[in-house]
T-cell receptor
Framework: LAKTTQPISMDSYEGQEVNITCSHN???????ITWYQQFPSQGPRFIIQ???TKVTNEVASLFIPADRKSSTLSLPRVSLSDTAVYYC????????????FGAGTRLAVHP | EAQVTQNPRYLITVTGKKLTVTCSQN?????MSWYRQDPGLGLRQIYY???????DKGDVPEGYKVSRKEKRNFPLILESPSPNQTSLYFC???????????FGSGTQLSVL
């Protein structure tokens, strides 16, 4: 299992773009990178998943460089409701078995 | 509505009194798993199941049991709860492969 490293916390202001970087130096060829968002006392919610280059959906973008040793979750123009914990996971293509969520990145968005 | 349902939402019990937290999904998912969440430690996986009758240990399985007799249900059993099992518990399910996980609303357990 590839271990991931993220900043413990970040602060931003409404309307700004937020980039959260995750390091996964030991990622395997068949691993996917997945991000989840969690609000207090709720279960995590899937945000985005990618394998390489760039993936974009209605909520976020995920940038993965060619060496895939890191990835960056980009949240455009954040609002107060984006205040949450964000988790980066490396998931094997062969399927889920053991998963390591880590402590995640606590994002605080200020008015 | 596609969902993962956990019950109960809150549970207060005493040391040594067996309890079961239920988890059910209505999406015909093959993969199900249990996590506990403690302040500052993120989510830690307790057990997971790849399919009916197939279960395996996660990172913190001590003191817990699971069973997967039906595809939709994956109960978490604490045979003799202790105070260090006081935590917020989440159940999750997935189609399998690397498909996204769907999480339940959580069960806040307090063991006195």
């Amino acid at each position: 299992l590839a271990k991931t490293t993220q900043p413990i916390s970040m602060d931003s202001y409404e309307g700004q773009e937020v980039n959260i970087t995750c390091s996964h130096n030991n990622i395997a060829t068949n691993d996917y990178i997945t991000w989840y968002q969690q609000f207090p006392s709720q279960g995590p919610r899937f945000i985005i998943q990618g394998y390489k280059t760039k993936v974009t959906n209605e909520v976020a973008s995920l940038f993965i460089p060619a060496d895939r040793k890191s990835s960056t979750l980009s949240l455009p123009r954040v609002s107060l409701s984006d205040t949450a914990v964000y988790y980066c996971l490396v998931v094997p293509m062969s399927g889920y078995n053991k998963l390591i969520f880590g402590a995640g990145t606590r994002l605080a968005v200020h008015p | 509505e596609a969902q993962v349902t956990q019950n109960p939402r809150y549970l207060i019990t005493v040391t040594g009194k067996k309890l079961t937290v239920t988890c059910s999904q209505n999406m015909n998912h093959e993969y199900m798993s249990w996590y506990r969440q403690d302040p500052g430690l993120g989510l830690r996986q307790i057990y997971y199941s790849m399919n009916v009758e197939v279960t395996d240990k996660g990172d913190v399985p001590e003191g817990y049991k699971v069973s997967r007799k039906e595809k939709r249900n994956f109960p978490l059993i604490l045979e003799s709860p202790s105070p260090n099992q006081t935590s917020l518990y989440f159940c999750a399910s997935s189609l399998g492969g690397y498909e996204k996980l769907f999480f339940g609303s959580g069960t806040q357990l307090s063991v006195l």
